[in-house]
């Protein structure tokens, strides 16, 4: 690795670990290196990190407010070193095939690939699908030898998840919202997957569904008397809608990641794939 901070590396190591030697054996040095670089980052910080008792290193309250700090920072490291290192550069500039439904693509991808793209040669080529389509077949086996993708990401409600081998990634819950200056209204516009989950109360007040994400925020953030029900993420930072209360956990769903076995092995992989980890809720 280019980039790294190995008193980090050796902190976060004895705060696993529980121990000074444990972490010396772990990482390859000599458990006095350890006691050393503990002693020097204590000494910069002004911070007892841990009380040492019959061979344990318990982490004080000093360190384990530091332990996010520090776990966070190796995270950007290793991010860093993926874009600029050696392993990087060997894979930066080569063309990306992502398979996406059309929430992640407009909502999810645009995220993960803005920092990629503004430091590296990557071409990135993002088809759409229905949603729930994919999971039924995964890139290994839809035309796996002649026009695959690198990376498919996709959405499906939990019950519904497949039993094949699945990378998960997080979760992503509904959200009712309205205008921002509208009223509450009984008249419902919702996102197409939705609809069939809907309860029966709910789905007799749906007066507009749509494939389209993007519809349904235009319609109901111009509307006065519209309550519209899309993913939260696609609203939550939305400044022209009011996000309501009422939950739907109903509506929650699964956000997974298939990837060739080639790619899987790629920095530029294991970095999108850390990205979104981050992303989702």
């Known amino acids: 690795m280019v980039l790294e901070d190995f008193r980090l590396k050796i902190f976060v190591a004895v705060a696993e670990t529980g121990s000074f030697t444990k972490a010396a054996a772990a990482l390859g040095i000599t458990q006095p290196a350890v006691s050393q670089n503990i002693a020097e980052l204590e000494k910069c910080l002004n911070v007892r990190l841990f009380t040492r008792s019959r061979g344990e290193a318990v982490l004080t309250d000093g360190g384990r407010t530091f332990a996010k700090y520090a776990e966070r920072i190796l995270e950007w490291y290793a991010a860093a070193d993926a874009m600029f290192g050696p392993e990087g550069r060997e894979t930066g500039n080569r063309q990306v095939k992502v398979d996406a439904d059309g929430f992640v693509a407009s909502f999810v991808l645009p995220d993960l690939i803005r920092d990629i793209l503004s430091v590296s040669g990557v071409d990135f080529t993002v088809r759409t699908y229905a949603f729930g389509s994919v999971p039924a077949c995964p890139p290994e086996v839809r035309d796996a030898e002649r026009d695959a993708a690198d990376m498919c990401v996709y959405t499906t409600f939990r019950r519904r998840s497949p039993g094949y081998d699945e990378s998960f990634f997080g979760t992503v819950p509904a959200a009712m919202f309205t205008g921002v200056d509208a009223a ?19 789905a007799a007040r ?5 494939d389209s994400v993007e519809s349904v925020i235009s319609l109901v953030s111009g509307s006065s008397d519209l309550t519209g029900i899309v993913p939260l993420q696609c609203v939550r930072d939305n400044a022209s809608v009011r996000i309501l209360p009422e939950p739907l956990p109903h509506l929650r769903m699964d956000v997974h990641c298939k990837t060739t076995k080639e790619f899987a092995g790629t920095a530029l992989c294991k970095l999108l794939c850390e990205n979104m980890r981050k992303t989702f809720i």
Do not use: G, K, T
């Open 184 to 202: 509450d209204s009984s008249r419902l516009a919702v996102w197409s997957p939705y609809y069939q989950e809907l309860s029966p109360d709910l």
């Open 206 to 210: 749906v007066r507009m569904r749509s």
